[in-house]
């Protein structure tokens, strides 16, 4: 019996004729995903070895939420397992109940609501999960024929498809599929490639991808010129994706704003203050096409839908749970999946082929460390950044290592800040006067 379906079936039956009164429910939510993946990589050259062997995995895993009879509330992780039956989740249910909670805001489940059309599958992916996975396989071998012969490579491929089950007590039953598919390689642990969304890559998206990080491995061979103070700053998309993981998305969840422990107050949402340059804007948009933050509706029930964060620079609302939207006065927002499906964007966006033909002294900075060990509510960071590419005259012309000081929050108020699109990642490339020098 598939394990929503059990869940379903305990659950209603608690809430409506309980074998004991204190455990009798008012309310409750269900989340399972169902999924199989398939997966293979390479290490150190070696594909298929004792660390990278190809795999194949196939579960049901999910979470619950309880509202009690007396108000109390309770969560857990579940997972169909070998002891699954009436008589394990009745025990499971005694202790979820032991571990109970008072929470009035979140005691609450939405009713069901129409939901929007959202593109969350690819067949081709469901095919290689069946068994015609030799595209993967090939994949694999191209990366290893085509590497740079002096190259120590490191990849993974992963691809899943599978079901994805809300229910609640208020009577919604969603059940719809989903994939996924995720790439990522990397050339001495220098430079990297990676592609995730919820379809297979096409051919032409993985030659750029890899003729990208080609050239930027090739230049790591040459020593630059020394930055100066001048020098512009340029974060590369995944280093964008980063920042904005790090110092943004803490500061606009619901919880922390209602809690005074974020960058901005509610009173500052409520007044549409301007906390970025007015060519910026922040928004979760969860409708995009076979995107990887893509979605019908949350863990909680509710709809997909764009939910703008900030708009020409002023604050617009935070994003807010269920509970967070009782106690905010409004109707619950998207939600993020980490920093997928977060777009940020800039009115003066230009291709990152032609941003870079006006760079005239830069860096371009692709990852960084100790990046998580930066306070997120003040914004301010001091990062080494080694293996870093200068920029001179419009051309990326060798390898640097730099220490940069500063603040995001303050970068993305900047006149100076601006943005250039990148024709692989959804993050762009993010240009910026703040800190730095040579490490």
């Known amino acids: 019996m598939k394990l929503v379906a059990q869940l379903e079936d305990l659950l209603y039956q ?7 009164e204190d455990l009798r429910l008012a309310g409750w939510r269900i989340l399972v995903h169902e999924s199989e993946a398939v997966s293979l990589g390479i290490k150190d050259n070696s594909s298929g070895s004792v660390y990278t062997p190809p795999s194949y995995r196939q579960g049901e895993n999910g979470e619950v939420f309880l509202v009690w009879a007396d108000g109390k509330c309770s969560q857990a992780m579940v997972q169909l397992g070998f002891q699954d039956g009436r008589e394990y989740w009745q025990q499971e ?34 095919k290689i999960i069946a068994g015609e996975d030799q595209i993967l396989f090939d994949q694999v071998r191209q990366w290893l024929r085509d590497k740079p012969s002096k190259v120590k490579m490191q ?21 719809y599929q989903q994939s996924q598919f995720v790439t990522w390689f990397s050339f001495d642990s220098l430079v990297g490639g990676g592609f995730a969304k919820r379809r297979l890559s096409q051919q032409q998206e993985q030659e750029k991808l890899w003729g990208r990080t080609l050239n930027l491995y090739e230049a790591m061979d040459i020593a630059a ?22 110092f943004i998305l803490p500061n606009f969840s619901g919880d922390r704003v209602t809690e005074g422990q974020g960058a901005f107050s509610k009173e500052s949402f409520l007044e549409n203050k301007l906390v970025f340059h007015s060519n910026l804007s922040l928004s979760i948009d969860p409708l995009r096409p076979l995107e990887l ?41 998207a939600i993020p999946q980490g920093t997928a499906g977060l777009y940020l964007t800039h009115k003066a966006e230009v291709p990152w082929v032609d941003a870079l033909q006006d760079i005239e002294d830069g860096v371009l900075v692709l990852s960084v460390l100790g990046l ?6 003040s914004g301010s960071y001091s990062l080494s950044a080694p293996h870093s590419l200068r920029i001179i005259k419009g051309k990326i012309v060798g390898k640097t290592d730099v220490k940069l000081t500063g603040n995001f929050l303050t970068d993305l108020a900047a006149d100076t800040t601006k943005a250039a699109q990148s024709d692989l990642d959804i993050h762009p490339y993010l240009m910026i006067r703040t800190g730095v020098q040579t490490l």
Do not use: C, N
Not at 14 to 20: I, S
Not at 237 to 244: I, K
Not at 298 to 308: F, K, S
């Open 225 to 246: 010129p020394p930055v100066g103070p001048l020098t512009q700053v340029i974060f590369a998309p995944s280093m964008t994706e980063d920042m904005l993981g790090q």
């Open 372 to 377: 998580h060990t930066q306070e997120a509510v």
């Open 93 to 126: 249910l005694e202790q979820w109940r032991q571990a109970s909670y008072e929470d009035p805001d979140a005691a609450h489940i939405p009713a069901p609501e129409s939901l929007p059309l959202v593109a969350v599958e690819d067949r081709a992916l469901q």
């Open 14 to 20: 608690f809430q409506h004729a309980p074998k004991k």
């Open 293 to 333: 933050g893509s979605y019908l509706v949350t863990p909680e029930g509710v709809p997909a839908d764009r939910t703008v964060l900030v708009d020409d620079g002023k604050l617009q609302t935070p994003f807010l749970r269920v509970k967070d939207s009782i106690r905010w006065g409004a109707k619950p927002t």
């Open 155 to 175: 990849g993974s491929i992963q691809t899943a498809w599978g079901y994805r089950h809300v229910r609640t007590s208020t009577g919604l039953a969603v059940t």
